[in-house]
């Protein structure tokens, strides 16, 4: 059992400050016990002259305490440390609706992003046919913007930025068509005591490739087999022709054949020229560029 706290004698109390009436009693051992303050003179500043023995006695200036060396920036052994770097700030980023029934409609991704759909998500196009129930989600991570297929029947088509690498059987769009890019054409080898099947010479020594337009519900239509250096794409005097094509450009889109697929080289001067992403693929998006789900066109804005 603790024992309590005695109170000092009143003998061992400084004159004026004896306890009085009022004083709290003694509190058990370890805890603090509350007495009357004793009134104390300010202690200077270092460095700042203080008087004792009255107005009249002797002044005496006490020095500032030494600083380590190792505090002191510039001098062997300091430690400075840097400055906290500011948190950096949250990228907001907006959709513009720029094509389809909800032209004109704006809206302000969440922090995290949203989904996109027909029936499911943040943003719906309920009236779009090519939509599917949930078709694309808007990603923002570390500060910048990316979208993703998730599965749609219709695919999720992005701006070509200048150019952009395909690969045989890609889809890209141009206007209101949807082409794809077929590849290489490799000649068929003879079958040893069958006949050869006819059709036009193969050019010698030249690499053939082509594209072909697809229609709705996936089936194919005009087609452009070559071995010419660019095939071209447009209103007119291209190699595939739309005169009065809406969204299209006299020269709006060319590839360009490579050894592992084409290059395919935006010329629409703003109209934009798509490309398909893979399903799955987290594709990053800069302000300016268009997404095209459907029939619907979304602008990506940066907002402050």
């Excluded at 913007?145 to 150019?163: H, K, P, Q």
Aim: include cysteine; aromatic fraction near 4%; glycine fraction near 12%.
């Amino acid at each position: 059992m603790a024992e309590p706290v005695v109170p000092p004698a009143p003998s061992a109390v400084p004159p004026g400050l004896r306890p009085s009436a009022r004083t709290p009693p003694p509190t058990a051992a370890g805890l603090m016990v509350e007495r009357p303050p004793v009134a104390r003179a300010p202690a200077a500043p270092p460095g700042i002259v203080s008087r004792t023995g009255g107005a009249s006695g002797p002044a005496t200036t006490r020095p500032p305490p030494p600083v380590p060396d190792s505090a002191m920036p510039g001098r062997t052994g300091a430690t400075t440390l840097p400055p906290r770097p500011a948190p950096p700030a949250a990228s907001r980023f907006g959709l513009a609706v720029i094509a389809g029934s909800a032209r004109g409609q704006r809206y302000k991704l969440p922090v995290t992003g949203c989904v996109v759909g027909r029936q499911r998500g943040a943003i719906l196009f309920s009236d779009d046919v090519f939509v599917s129930p949930l078709h694309a989600t808007f990603l923002v991570k570390d500060g910048a913007l990316y979208v993703r297929d998730e599965s749609s029947a219709s695919g999720v088509f992005v701006t070509v930025g200048g150019t952009e690498a395909l690969t045989p059987r890609t889809l890209f769009s141009a206007g209101q068509r949807l082409f794809r890019y077929t590849g290489r054409i490799e000649p068929q080898p003879p079958v040893s005591g069958r006949p050869a099947i006819y059709g036009a010479p193969m050019p010698s020594g030249q690499a053939v490739y082509g594209v072909e337009e697809v229609l709705v519900g996936g089936r194919a239509g005009r087609a452009v087999m070559t071995a010419a250096p660019l095939l071209t794409i447009g209103l007119a005097h291209c190699d595939l022709s739309f005169p009065g094509e809406e969204g299209l450009a006299g020269r709006h889109c060319e590839l360009s054949p490579t050894p592992t697929g084409a290059l395919l080289r935006d010329l629409s001067g703003g109209l934009g020229t798509y490309v398909r992403l893979a399903s799955g693929v987290e594709r990053p998006l800069r302000p300016g560029d268009r997404v095209r789900l459907g029939q619907h066109v979304l602008q990506v804005e940066a907002l402050g």
